[in-house]
């Protein structure tokens, strides 16, 4: 099964500021801007095993970090920038839309960065469900408690994105119910479509010129989407993160999209197990729960810890770095660019020893 990983990343100069990546998109086709200036995004290209996928994605980010020390630059693995001052977006016909219908509530937006993980389409609607049912593993990469200096959730990045960003849409920017066919998925995304074309001219904005930056394809932002360009269904729910921690929840994802071949996938009760037979998914109000737990409590939630464990996943082998910043209610701008130099250096030291092992 062919797999990829996204991530972003936010870039800072010497003194821990927020700024501009400039020529690091430039040297490389796996490394792309982002919608705010301050963010970047490393894509790897679609690798068929997991010791391939490892290799490509430390070498790209080796490669990317030596460019970006050229350039007295830095790349921080947290998935809000703590605390800021304001961060521009970059000029787009699809961002001023979105801008246009979410109003106020799209700027939270600018604070999220992310990582998504792809797998090849088989068995899509089992993999659809699946990843759904794995939404509460974003836990296992929460990397900031903060927003704008205050202290929100485990995962402040899933809150505000969830909660804030897509508050009045909340079927476009949230995780979506079991379905039984894909044809059900696509219907939805037809329906959803729709809607957000009729907001958008209610908005004032022209017909074509929402044809022209949206489609069904790429008009929700959700936790698990289908990508038809890759084509592959992509699991975007955890924040970005030091680069191990990335690949072991990709390994231990990896693993239970490999059993979707020879499984039984049942859907029952609360609890959810994974074994070689079969895949029990929980129903989906106690995946929410669970959810809520994740954005909330994160890995510290025993009821949380002891799910993940029953659907395969090593819970004591992660170290969120939200348990290492947490502990104020309020971080300053000063202290916020202190941590982000000081997780810089940490993401500098975890692809060193990446690629010395």
Known sequence: MQKSIEVEYWVIDQDGALTDPEELTEYSAFVEEEFVYPLLEVKTPPCETYSALRSTFVELLDELLLKADELDKMLVPLGTPINSESIEVRPSERS????????????????????????????????????????????????????????????????IYRKKCYEYFPLHGQLWDYVNTVGQWERQLDRLFDSFKRASMNEGVEENDIDASFSPQDIVWTPVRLRDEMPTVEWRAPDTSLPSQILRLAEEIGTIMEQLHHAEVRIEGATGNVT???????????????????????????????????????????????????????????????????????????????ASS
Request: with cysteine.
């Open 276 to 354: 070689e037979e079969r895949i029990t998914i929980p129903e989906f109000d106690a995946v929410l729960d669970y959810v809520e737990e994740a954005i909330h409590d994160g890995r510290e939630s025993s009821e949380l810890s002891a799910y993940l464990e029953r659907m395969g996943f090593d819970v004591r082998e992660y170290e969120p770095l939200t348990q290492k910043i947490d502990g104020h209610e309020y971080v300053s701008l000063d202290e916020a660019r202190e941590i982000r130099l000081r997780y810089g250096r940490r993401l500098r030291r975890d692809v060193d020893d990446l």
């Open 96 to 159: 001023r839309i979105q801008k246009r219908v979410l109003g106020d509530n799209f700027a939270y937006a600018k604070h999220c960065a992310g990582t998504h993980l792809h797998f090849e389409k088989r068995n899509v609607t089992d993999q659809l469900n699946v990843l759904a049912s794995l939404d509460p593993a974003l836990c296992l990469l929460n990397s900031s408690p903060y927003f704008q200096g205050e202290r929100v959730a485990n995962s402040a990045r899933a809150y």
